[in-house]
């Protein structure tokens, strides 16, 4: 089956340590992209990758970083300088003549 | 900026018609609606392109006003299925492939027996 796959799908953080989401897709796509959703609040954009190697930083991207070394993976770090990252991460990839799909995302806690 | 969407919420009985609306401020190659389950993921409904028809997905279609730099999208005779919380993503003109796509907040759509 194609699809796109996050794990884990929670995750425990204490305050102070960097944590790796991961994401990774079998669908072919070109682009991947990482989402933030609140509680209540819409997607925000923190990182996205049009091509292997390269990735820019989108509206949020204070306090995560992301690499792209394989077209199929595209994992997100959340860094101890990222203040509030309690929050549900989505990850997305989409091809250039079509829309994005969505993993089944991560729910963050930092204790 | 963040597309506009309306109403915010809104509740109706099954069987009663909804319209959401998006709206932006700078010219849209493309919006995409996608309706969000409590706790999971978008899941993708429909894409309408610049220069393209109203589209339709079972009772679900939605309409793109290029000059006014708007998308609808229509529910008719909504099914307790249908509840969620509606977003329309939209990409800019120009379009290069691969853009990103910018959110609305979200149109939360409840509906009840």
């Known amino acids: ?111 | 900026q963040q597309p506009v969407q309306s109403p915010q919420a809104v509740i109706l009985r099954e069987g009663e018609d909804a319209v959401i609306n998006c709206s932006s401020s700078k010219a849209l190659y493309s919006v995409h609606w996608y309706r969000q389950k409590h706790g999971e993921a978008p899941v993708f409904l429909m894409i309408l392109l610049k220069g393209g028809e109203q589209k339709g997905h079972e009772k679900i279609s939605a309409s793109f006003n290029e000059k006014k730099q708007q998308s609808s999208l229509y529910l008719t005779a909504s099914q307790l299925s249908y509840s969620g919380t509606y977003f329309c993503g939209t990409e800019p003109l120009p379009n290069f492939g691969n853009e990103k796509l910018t959110f609305g907040t979200g149109t939360r759509l409840t509906i009840i027996p």
């Open chain 1, 1 to 111: 089956d194609g699809g796109i796959t996050q794990s884990p799908k929670y995750l425990f953080r204490k305050e102070g340590q960097n944590v790796t989401l991961s994401c990774e897709q079998n669908l072919n796509h070109d682009a991947m992209y990482w989402y933030r959703q609140d509680p209540g609040q819409g997607l925000r954009l923190i990182y996205y990758s049009q091509i292997v190697n390269d990735f820019q930083k989108g509206d949020i991207a204070e306090g995560y970083s992301v690499s792209r070394e394989k077209k199929e993976s595209f994992p997100l770090t959340v860094t101890s300088a990222q203040k509030n990252p309690t929050a549900f991460y989505l990850c997305a990839s989409s091809s250039s003549i079509d829309t994005q799909y969505f993993g089944p995302g991560t729910r963050l806690t930092v204790l």
